[in-house]
């Protein structure tokens, strides 16, 4: 799997679902491997704080309109804690 986001696309978790269950099965043997899937990592989470930071400051602007508010808190309430749970899976196979 390429990780090379030219656009960049997450409306919703299974978006960006592939990219993840890549990194978390990916067979990794050897510190080049290690070192890898950490730049992966970090080029995906990049993107997604990206992502998250745009629609924070489009919610900050406009308070008011509903879709705006809908997508902000959508990425609150069912993308981040999905992302929680890989990240500590992802940390945990990176110390092994």
Do not use: W
Not at 8 to 28: C, G, H, S
């Amino acid at each position: 799997m390429e990780f090379v986001f030219e656009p960049f696309v997450l409306n919703t978790y299974e978006d960006v679902k592939p990219y993840l269950d890549d990194l978390v099965n990916r067979e990794v043997k050897t510190k080049e491997e290690t070192e890898q899937r950490i730049r992966d990592y970090d080029n995906l989470n990049a993107q997604i704080g990206e992502n998250y930071n745009r629609r924070q400051v489009k919610h900050t602007c406009d308070t008011t309109n509903e879709e705006i508010k809908n997508s902000y808190m959508y990425f609150i309430t069912d993308i981040s804690p999905k992302l929680a749970q890989i990240d500590d899976v992802l940390n945990k196979k990176i110390v092994q």
